[in-house]
């Protein structure tokens, strides 16, 4: 695996150690399995959807929790009560745990699921003291002289 040295980096930027985290987390991340399979999709101007496919989980068995910056979705499958025994076995219904690293401000406004389908609801709601504001530009007055 190949990693990345980001301090000359630090030297020039102001601020933004916390994307140079964002990127080390993917990194690390890169290896998982790819477990269950999504998309993620722009709704609106400040609206996006994570979509999962978790065929053979109810609702019950499906937590998702956003904590700061981040958004985890777990799955833990129940074990079934009369063992079953399978010819083949192509539906994986095994337990998954997946992070999303969110932007500042995204929330999760929602979550339901449907055919088979986890569908995450996600909203930017930018603070008004954090929108862009037009500043007065003044004319400055003459000094007086003496």
Do not use: W
């Not at 269950?36 to 101007?45: L, R, S, T």
């Amino acid at each position: 695996m190949r990693t990345f040295d980001y301090s000359p980096f630090y030297r020039a930027t102001v601020g933004f150690d916390r994307v140079f985290d964002l990127l080390d987390n993917v990194a690390s991340q890169s290896g998982t399995n790819g477990y269950p399979p999504y998309n993620i999709e722009k709704a609106g101007d400040n609206a996006y959807r994570i979509v999962m496919a978790v065929a053979g989980f109810a609702e019950a068995e499906l937590n998702v929790t956003q904590k700061e910056n981040e958004l985890l979705v777990t799955g833990q499958a129940q074990n079934a009560q009369d063992e079953k025994q399978y010819l083949y076995r192509g539906i994986a219904g095994r337990n998954f745990e997946r992070r999303f690293q969110l932007a500042d401000h995204v929330k999760v406004t929602g979550a339901k699921l449907a055919n088979g389908l986890l569908t995450i609801e996600l909203q930017r709601e930018i603070p008004e003291e954090k929108k862009p504001r037009a500043i007065p530009v003044e004319a400055a007055k003459p000094a007086l002289t003496h």
